[in-house]
C-alpha cells in the first residue's frame, strides 16, 4: 500500500498491527493508533507544532533519572494516573481509598523499628504517626510491610536534595506488630510545588496552573493475599486540597492534625514530649 | 474539588486549563487531556501497564542524542508524521509531492558545488542526480537552497556511523544556478531498517513488523516567496515500496534510475564514467 492521506493511513496503520505478539498487544496498539490520530485530526498540528510535540517529549524522558520521574509528573498533572488508579480500584468496598503513587518512591528504603524517629529535619515541627493495618472483616493483619515518605518542612523530598540517594530521611519501611499496629514519630510535611524546573513545570505555566500540592505523607501496605495499598493521608485545613496539581485528595484521606501530650497515648505508646498526632486505620483489599 | 473518579476527573482536569496562556494552547492541551482519558479508559490499563507505558516513553526519550530522534520514529512508524504531513499539504495542486521528513536530516550540512561527488562510499555504486527546481507555472528558481541526504549502500546514514557528526557523507547542500538547475554525483542508496535497537524497534517487534524502509533519496528544498518542500524520491522495484514502516511512499515520488553513458547529459553535465541517473524536476508551492 502506498499514497497514504488523512483519509486512508489510520486504516493502513491498523491493518499492520494483524500480526501483534499477543492479543492484548494488538489491542492496545490499535488503540493509540486510533486516538492518537483521532487527536491530530482534531488539533491538525502545524509542522512547528508537531516538532514542539516531540522535543517536549524528548526533554520529558531526559529529564529523567535515579531520582525523578518526569513521565509521571506528567501523567500525574494530566490527571492520567488518577483516572487509571480509578479504573484498578472499583470496588473498594471497606478499603481505604486510593491515591496516586507519584514520582518519589523509592524501592527498599531502609527498615526503622517501630517508633524510630525517621527525620533528619531539625527545623520540622514534631509529628506522631500510629496507624494499624487490617483486613476488611477488621483482622489485624501482623508483619504488613508500611513504606511511608513525605515531604520535609520546606517541602522538599530527601531524592531532591543533592545528595539524593545518600542521605535518606522523612522516608521508611515499617513492619506492623502482632496486633497489626505500626508507629513511628518525624515531622509534619509541608504543602509543595511538583518540581517545577522541568518540561512539565513549563507545561503547567502555559496552561496556567500553580505546581502545588497539598501536604501529604505517603504510604504503600503490602501483605501476603491483599492488594497492595498505595495512598496518602493529606492534612486538614492545607490551602491546595481543592486544587491538588494531580487530582489526588479524597476526603476519606483527610486527617486532622490531634494534639498528643508527652506520655503514653491511646494506643500505648510513650512519647516524651508534646507533639501532634496523625492517626488511621488501613484497611486492605484481597488480592 | 476533590473526590476524583473515571467519571468527573476528565472534566476536572478541563476545568483546569482555563486559564492557559492563549487559546491554541488551552485547544491543544483540552484535546490531548480528551484524547489521552478516552484511550485510558477504553484499555483500562492495569497499574503495571500504565508503568510500562511512562517507561516506554522515558527509554523513548533517553535514547535520543545529536544524531537519533527515537520520538521521531515512534512519531513516523506510528503514522502519525504522514498524517501531520498530511493535514500540512493539503492542496498541492501541482506542487511536488510531501513525505516525512525522518530522524536524519542535519542543519547546515556542507555546501557544494553543482556537479560535486558527495559520497565516501567506495563501494557503492555510481549515481548521478539531476533536478531543477521551480514555481507552480514553471517559472525555473535560481538560488533555491536544495539539501539532498541519503543512506550509504549498507543502508546506513552518516550520522549513524562511530564518528557521527565528524565525517559526514552521502549529504550535501546546493543552490539551483539561473536556471533553477542542480546536479550531483553520488553513489546509490540501499534500503534499511530504519534504527531498531532502541524501544521503537521493541515496538516493531511486538507488533510483528519488519523495520525497513524503500531504498530513497531525501529532499528539503527551500527558495523564498515558497512553501520549504520536504520530500523523498524513491527508487523503483524496491523490494519495500509497498510496506514502507514509516507509510511515506507515493506513486508520484518513485523514479526509475535510467541508465547514462560517459560524455554530455541530455542536461548538459558533463559525466567521466557511465552511471545510473535519477532525474526529477520539483514544483514549489507558493507559501
Not at 493495618?133 to 515518605?149: C, K, Q, S, Y
Request: aromatic share 8%; hydrophobic share 40%.
Amino acid at each position: 500500500m502506498r499514497n497514504f492521506d488523512e483519509n486512508n493511513i489510520t486504516r493502513a496503520v491498523l491493518e499492520r498491527l494483524q500480526n501483534s505478539v499477543s492479543p492484548r498487544t494488538r489491542q492496545i496498539s490499535e488503540a493509540v493508533v486510533r486516538h492518537l490520530h483521532a487527536l491530530i485530526q482534531e488539533i491538525e498540528p502545524s509542522q512547528q507544532e508537531w516538532l514542539a510535540a516531540i522535543e517536549f517529549l524528548t526533554a520529558t524522558g531526559q529529564m529523567c533519572s535515579d531520582t525523578r520521574q518526569e513521565f509521571i509528573l506528567l501523567s500525574d498533572t494530566l490527571g492520567a494516573s488518577m483516572l487509571v488508579d480509578a479504573i484498578n480500584h472499583r470496588h473498594p468496598g471497606e478499603a481505604t481509598q486510593t491515591t496516586v503513587l507519584g514520582p518519589f518512591y523509592v524501592e527498599n528504603a531502609k527498615q526503622h523499628a517501630l517508633g524510630d524517629m525517621i527525620s533528619h529535619d531539625a527545623d520540622g515541627a514534631p509529628l506522631l504517626v500510629e496507624g494499624s493495618v487490617a483486613a476488611l472483616d477488621g483482622t489485624p493483619i501482623a508483619g504488613a510491610v508500611v513504606d511511608v515518605w513525605h515531604s520535609d518542612s520546606d517541602g522538599y523530598y530527601d531524592v531532591q536534595r543533592q545528595d539524593g540517594l545518600q542521605h535518606l530521611s522523612d522516608r521508611a519501611r515499617f513492619v506492623t506488630d502482632s496486633d497489626g499496629r505500626f508507629w513511628f514519630r518525624s515531622i509534619v510535611p509541608a504543602f509543595y510545588p511538583i518540581p517545577n524546573d522541568g518540561p512539565v513545570g513549563k507545561m503547567l505555566d502555559a496552561q496556567g496552573r500553580h505546581p502545588y500540592r497539598p501536604a501529604h505523607v505517603h504510604f504503600m501496605i503490602s501483605a501476603p493475599g491483599c492488594d497492595t495499598l498505595v495512598t496518602h493521608l493529606f492534612l486538614a485545613d492545607d490551602p491546595y486540597l481543592d486544587s491538588d496539581v494531580v487530582f489526588g485528595v479524597k476526603d476519606a484521606l483527610i486527617c486532622k492534625l490531634e494534639a498528643q501530650a508527652a506520655g503514653i497515648t491511646a494506643r500505648g505508646n510513650a512519647i516524651a514530649a508534646a507533639t501532634a498526632a496523625l492517626r488511621y486505620d488501613f484497611r486492605l483489599a484481597p488480592a
